[in-house]
Nanobody, 121 residues
């Protein structure tokens, strides 16, 4: 069973930075990517960033590109999302997730409980 635990959320001022961490446990043999999503009040959950577990290829949503960096440590089974230049619209609950390879393709199968990020103007 895969478990994901996020940490590092909190309150920041606009223009500030936060570092979100995800500690993962469980078998990683089927992991394709580890990533971050967010959900603001009244909005649907949206993709933020992801990194392939084995090779380290990264992908970012346009709204965080250039001010966020995702990384992973395979030995420690952790992932980090460094967010800089925070904006009030970045306020959301941020979720760590793992995408696995299945018989039918890929699936974001595992999710953490989320960590709140609040950015004040």
């Amino acid at each position: 069973q895969v478990q994901l635990v996020e940490s590092g959320g909190g309150l920041a001022q606009a223009g500030g930075s936060l570092r979100l961490s995800c500690a993962a446990s469980g078998r990683t043999s089927t992991w394709y990517r580890i990533g971050w999503f967010r959900q603001a009040p009244g909005k649907e959950r949206e993709f933020v960033a992801a990194i392939t577990w084995n090779v380290g290829l990264v992908d970012y949503a346009d709204y965080v590109k250039g001010r966020s960096t995702i990384s992973r440590d395979n030995a420690k089974n952790t992932a980090v999302l460094q967010m800089n230049g925070l904006k009030p619209e970045d306020t959301a609950v941020y979720y760590c997730a793992v995408e696995i390879i299945t018989m039918s393709g890929k699936d974001w199968a595992y999710w953490g409980q989320g960590t709140q990020v609040t950015v004040s103007s």
